[in-house]
Each structure stands twice: as C-alpha cells, then as structure tokens.
C-alpha cells in the first residue's frame, strides 16, 4: 500500500536536495570566477615585481618560497631563448602573447600573464587545477552545513506532513462511526480547502445512501402492510370454504379464493418488478428498440382481456417505425402496465387506443382510453406506490404507474397524463432523440 507521507517525505527531499546541488553549482561557479579575477590579480602583481627586480638586476624571487607551488616564472631573452625557469620540471607553456592567456600544454591548463622589459619577455603562469580546487573547496564550504541538516529536514517534514495529514485521519475516524441508522452528514467546519471536495463528496453520498436506506424501508414498510391484506382475505375465503354447507356455496368460496389469490399474485409480481427497478438492482444494456412493434405485441398479449370486458383495442393503421435506445424487456412491462390501467378503469363497450410516433423529433408512445380519467390534482399521486384513487372502480395494487414512472427514468423520458380525445386519459411517454449510428 502506498503512503501519501512517505511519497511526499521523498518528493520533498529530491526536491531539496536537487537544490541544494543546484546552489552548490552555482557557489563553485561563482567563487570559481571570483578566485579567477583574484588570482589574475595576482599574476600580474608578481609579473611587475620581476620586472622591477630585472630593472634593478637583482633577482631574489626562489622556488622554494612559500609561492613556489602556485606559481612558475618563467623569463625570455629577446632573441627567444629562455633565461629563466624557476620549476625546471613542470612543463610550462611556451612564450604565449602578453596580457592574461589560458593555455593547455597537454598535461594540463595555465593562466598565464606576460609582459615585456627592456626586450626580454616576464610570464608568470599558474595552473588552471589550483582555481578549481579553491573554487570547490568554497562550494563545500557553503553546501556541507545544509547537507548536513538533510537528516534534520527529512524529521522535521515528516511531522509537518503528519500534521497536515490530519485532516484526512479526522474524516476517515468520522465516516467510520456513520451506522445505517445514523447517516449524519460529516462536518465541514474548520476543514482544510484541499479537504473540502471530499468531504462534500462524502456527504453527497451519505445523503443518497441515506435516501435509498429510507425508500429501502418504506418499500418493506409498504410491501408488508399491501400482502397482510389480502393475505388476511384469503384466509378467511379458505375458512369460508371450509365451512360451506353444500357444493354451491363451497364452489363460490372457491371462486373467491381463487380471485384472491390471482390478486395477490399481481401485487407479488408488481412488487418484484418494482424491487429490479431500485437503483443500484443492476443496468442493461439499452440497444435499439422499434415502439411501433412493441407496441404490436402487447396488444396482442392484452386481446383476450379486451374481449372478455368488450373494449375495443388497438393502434391506428399505417404507422410509422419508431426507434428509441431501451431495454426491450422493460420497455414491454411500461407499456403492459400502461394499457392494464387502460383496460381496468374503461367500461365495457369502451376504446383504448395505442399510439406510437415522433413529435418534434422526441419518440413517444400514448395509450388513450375512453374511461373516466384522472382529476388533475391526482395526475402527480398516482404515480407514488401504492395509492389508490379513493373513486376508483376497480382494486389495484398501486404499483403500476409507480413503476412505468421508474422505468421512464432508467431511460431519461417523462411521463405525462392529460385529457384524451376519446373522453378518458391519455398516458403518454416521451423519449429522448435516438442518436443516429
């Protein structure tokens, strides 16, 4: 596992240690240039002296004086020859031009400074290694004290970054104490800005898994108190049944029963349907889906319970393909749900017509019923679980909007409810513009 501490203690010292190397750099370069001006300084001082002490023709300069490693003299005749050396065994570079010269004689570079007297040439020449030398020697000086403190540095940062850190730990120790119960939001007070993104991120999901904990809750909540009743039914149409006194009374009973059960096998089904909607029950993958041939085949599914209640079903001829990006599966429980309501709250003798097409470049499909329809101020209820319009004729589960609505949303449409032509309601679900392949 990688440690944000240990990452930032080794960036931290590369970086300042890179540093450091760079200021020692910079130190060499400098004292280098400043020995440079010194020591040329210097040469031309001791080539004057000589050329005072010829002029006197008294020549006292020695190499064994306390000069003798830093610096060789070396002076010319006027017809070339050398009359003087004072290192015989270094190999010294020949007469060069007057003034301050670097030369390289193979063995090694020479500052040299010349100047003539009276027709003879005086050079002094010092080697080049001798600056480099004092010039590092100064760098380590300056550079030494701060290497020395790297062990220093490298605790020191160490605690800081701890200390900074902090805040992490603090959010880490508060998220740890949040139960499913207690979903408190983290506080963001006194946070560090760096620290504030995630802490507004964890509160985000604080909030949704909260959310979901509640509708998770309410889902049971509701679901047990919808079976206990028709559960409490059929016991009492199985008590009934066993008590009937003759065969037509107990085949009534039955009947009853078997009603009762079909009931509560459709709340059952709508109740699972609606737990795969959850949020978080699992994605499918949306492919291409033709409304106008769905559409086809769930009339067709719902032919039969059209003709035992004389409804009149079906869509209007000659439509239009009408593609939208869906699961299929899905897709046909919306629209089954949609054309049940339709069917159930028509009277006998009445029209529901399904209707498939594009407005405005938005496909939709609409199912239009001749029935009573629903009051606009419960247009937006219906669509929560399990309510159940108190002059509704027939019993439901109050499932079935709720979970065309969760469908709509797994594939970001709307579903809206307005007055039908045919006198009744008119659902109808608009999808979002299919991108062309």
């Known amino acids: 596992m990688k440690s944000i501490r240990r990452q930032l203690l080794l960036a931290l ?25 010194l020591l040329d300084y210097q040469l031309r001082q001791l080539a004057l002296s000589f050329r005072d002490e010829a002029r006197h023709g008294a020549l006292r300069w020695k190499p064994g004086s306390d000069d003798a490693e830093e610096f060789s003299v070396q002076i010319w005749a006027a017809d070339g020859t050398r009359i003087y050396l004072s290192h015989p065994l270094q190999d010294l570079p020949h007469q060069v031009p007057l003034g301050h010269v670097t030369v ?17 040439v005086i050079q002094v020449a010092q080697p080049m290694q001798l600056r480099d030398r004092l010039a590092l020697a100064a760098a380590l000086r300056i550079v030494a004290p701060f290497l020395l403190l790297l062990p220093v540095l490298a605790v020191l940062i160490w605690v800081v970054i701890g200390r900074g850190l902090r805040p992490l730990v603090d959010v880490a120790q508060a998220v740890g104490t949040r139960t499913a119960i207690a979903l408190d939001p983290l506080p963001d007070r006194q946070v560090p800005a760096e620290v504030v993104p995630l802490v507004v991120a964890l509160n985000e999901l604080l909030l949704r898994l909260q959310r979901a904990l509640e509708q998770q809750r309410e889902f049971v909540a509701d679901a ?6 028709p559960l409490a039914a059929l016991t009492l149409q199985v008590q009934l049944a066993e008590r009937a006194a003759d065969a037509a009374a107990r085949d009534e009973a039955f009947g009853e029963l078997k009603g009762g059960l079909q009931r509560a096998t459709h709340s059952v089904q709508q109740l699972l349907t609606l737990a795969r909607l959850e949020p978080g029950a ?12 769905l559409a086809a085949e769930v009339i067709v599914d719902h032919l039969l319970l059209a003709e035992a209640r004389q409804i009149d079903l079906g869509a209007p001829p000659q439509q239009q393909s009408c593609f939208v990006a869906g699961d299929a599966d899905a897709l046909r429980i919306l629209l ?14 009445g029209r529901v017509d399904v209707v498939t ?12 019923d001749s029935g009573e329809g629903i009051p606009p101020a419960e247009r937006e209820r219906v669509f929560d679980r399990f309510y159940r319009r108190a002059a509704a004729g027939e019993a439901g589960s109050g499932l079935g909007l709720a979970i065309v609505r969760a469908i709509a949303e ?3 449409a709307r579903v809206l409810l307005a007055d039908a032509k045919l006198g009744g309601l008119r659902a109808r679900v608009e999808f979002p513009r299919l991108a062309p392949p």
């Open 13 to 37: 010292l590369a970086v300042i240690t890179l540093a450091i190397l760079a200021g020692a750099l910079a130190a060499y370069r400098t004292a280098r240039d400043e020995a440079s001006a």
């Open 104 to 120: 390289d004689t193979g063995s090694g570079k020479w500052r040299v400074f010349g100047l003539q007297q009276g027709g003879q």
């Open 224 to 229: 047990a108190h919808e079976l206990r009743t």
């Open 282 to 293: 699992g994605e499918s993958t949306l492919q291409p889906v033709d409304l106008r041939q």
């Open 336 to 349: 089954a749900n949609l054309i049940s309501n339709a069917l159930r709250f028509t009277p006998r003798g």
């Open 357 to 368: 097409g594009s407005s405005e470049g938005l496909p939709f499909v609409e199912v239009c």
């Open 410 to 412: 797994r594939h970001r």
